[in-house]
């Protein structure tokens, strides 16, 4: 067969096609019944052969364009995403952040550690010497940590400057845990950075209330948003150490690849993260720093922990 009786015998064959692809980008393919469904999926496998056939004939290049182009066309139609389905974003990311937090445990763990690491040193360090608290935490936390010294806490029921704490508690959590991410793509170094920065400064936190007796109470306050909060860092932060591994040890892909690569679980860890952020400024806000017991306080950051853990570690894809 030459290539202009190939094209004569098959024009109507793509005419068709071209016609049920348009058919179904604006009815959709609930308009068609089960033959013309079946139909559909046979001219898709016929066209895409008829496309093969061109290329091996050395047919024009119009030729090829046009069954190439119309291949495309319908691919885009029979394969797109669901629009309008938000419930099913939401479903996706229910189900995508903790299959994302178990399949990379091993970058989040290394950024527990390396806060920990520097809570601890900073920690030894200011129960040593005094001074170094001075030395490790800048002059604006230390009227916040002045006023922890002091104990003071709101009086339950009393919401009215909640708003405005919950809002700056969610968007200073939330500039900590982004960079944290973001920042990663520098080779993971500011990631690093800011863990070990972050640690110190609960490190010499809980030195300067251990020295005037008051770690209990600031371990039991702070416990309660913590589990969120913190969570939402380490989870940014490995998505972060995600980014930078993939700059500096690409593997047998280029840098591009290996962080597209990454790009879909980076995704669900930053935004599950800020969901954790979103609770912890509630309980921030309206919680954590109000006079209730320090056994409830103890009990639903403990609460919170098992959950967030149970999460994790059990939901996944049927």
Known sequence: MNVRQFVERRRARWERFAQMVEAVRWSGAKQLNADELNELGRLYRQVAADLAYARQQGADASVQDYLNSLLAQAHGVLYRTKRGQWTEGLRNLYYGFPDAARRHWKVILLAIAITLVASLTAFLLVLTDPEWGKRLVDGQFRQVL????????????????????????????????????????????????????????????????????????????????????????????????????????????????????????????????????????????????????GWLKFLWGTASLAILLTYIWRVRRR
């Open 146 to 293: 002045e006023q922890w010294k002091t104990g003071k806490q709101y009086t339950p029921g009393d919401v009215s400057h909640a708003p405005g704490m919950s809002m700056f508690y969610f968007l200073n959590n939330s500039r900590v845990a982004l960079l944290s991410f973001g920042l990663g793509i520098f080779a993971g170094i500011p990631t690093v950075y800011l863990l070990w920065t972050n640690g110190v400064i609960l490190g010499v936190f809980g030195a300067e209330l251990a020295r005037v007796g008051k770690l209990g109470f600031f371990l039991v306050s702070i416990y309660p948003h913590g589990v969120p909060e913190l969570g939402a860092i380490f989870f940014c932060a490995g998505a972060g150490l995600l980014l930078g591994r993939a700059v500096i040890m690409p593997g047998d892909y280029s840098r591009i690849e290996a962080i597209r690569r990454v790009g879909h679980d980076v995704f669900y860890l930053v935004a599950g993260s800020v969901v954790l952020i979103l609770i912890a400024g509630l309980v921030e806000a309206f919680f954590s720093f109000y006079a209730f017991p």
